[in-house]
């Protein structure tokens, strides 16, 4: 029997190569003088893959539900500012990301509010999530996840600030869920309110070269807060409690007992600030609702001012070292020891490398790579004060 045709089987074999080939992604540009005006309009005519760029202004009441499966979405330029002006997606947030892939960078987030006071910046429901350079001001929530334990979210360069001074609901500026993984990097969180400036709930949290200090306006309630253990990573930070804070704890773990099969916290290379005359309590667990197994590594902290720290924590502590109300400013940017601190070389870095800090916070935003020290301090900074720029 003779073969049909070859004309034949090349056009079958074309038309398998289309349907393998992905159409080619699109850019889809949102501006006052583009054909796509808003972005509502924008999350309405992206597919899979594409780029959205919003170009800078202010968006008023200009919502929108991300529903695809892959998108990256860019401010261009001068930061593009959402404002909400009581308008949410969803009655949740400025933008909500249904279930898929996701980044977004340089866009402000500002003024969300919901009926249930739970407005969100940002509305992360399921996927993949990261966002970076972006600013977070005067939402109810500065940004929210639901609780699906495989999403994860990454923050990276980005600013949270200035929470309502509303007493209705409890406001954080950054809320994590019930989801596998959380990492924040080179972000700043200041001017709580009653709720925390981070609260996370995920299955593994990593908190590294961040700047979380309220400031003088500040009320927040906890600084960091981890209430449902999991495991905790935080490494390389500046946490500072403001004068007129409302709870003496800063760092708290396991306050409603524990969800997770694995229960650690870990602790190494951050500055610890009270900036109020009532003593602190720097660390907080409840060990008494958390596993006889539960993990506690607590090295190489600095704390300043008055408060308690390792006393009454479990676990094992090595390399903590304490410096009297006013040894650093953050007001003034003061958070490094000088070249000529007791405390150069009275401490060794952790053995273990995820431990380990490898960048520092630079000012406003963002981290620079950490220089190896020849002589190691304890807290966020090895720079000295006479290095920074």
Partial sequence: MRCRPARWCRAGLYGLALLACPLQAAVI???????????????????????VLIQPGTYAGDVAVWRQKSLEIRGIGARPVLDARGTVAEGKAIWVFSDGDFKVSNIAFRGARAADYNGAGIRF????????????????????????EDAALR???????????????LHHLLYVGRIAHLSVEGS??????????????????EIRSN??????????????EFPEGGVAVVVGNVIGQGADSANPTVLAYGAEGSHWPENRLLLT???????????ALFARTWGDR???DTRFVVRNNLTVGLGLFTLGLPGWHQGNHALPPGALDPAQGDLTLAEDSMLRGRVSP???????????????VGTVPLVVPTRWVPGAFQRPATMLP
């Fill in 269 to 279: 290379h951050n500055t610890l600030i009270s900036e109020g005359w009532r003593p």
């Fill in 211 to 224: 700047l979380l200090i309220d400031g003088k306006d500040g009320q927040a309630s906890y600084e960091l």
């Fill in 29 to 51: 540009t949102v501006g006052p003088q583009e054909s796509v005006r808003r972005i509502a309009d924008a999350a309405r005519l992206a597919k899979d893959g594409d780029t």
């Fill in 125 to 148: 429901e399921r996927g993949r999530l990261e966002v970076r350079d972006c600013l977070f001001e005067d939402n109810e929530m500065g940004l929210l996840t639901a609780n699906f």
């Fill in 188 to 205: 700043r969180f200041h001017g709580g309110y009653q709720g925390h400036l981070l609260k996370s709930r995920a299955r593994r949290s």
């Fill in 350 to 364: 952790p053995p273990e490398a995820g431990l380990r800090p490898t960048a520092e916070f630079r000012f406003p």
């Fill in 290 to 292: 958390l596993p006889a």
């Fill in 155 to 169: 923050v990276l360069d980005s600013e949270f600030r200035d929470a309502p001074r509303d007493t209705r609901s």
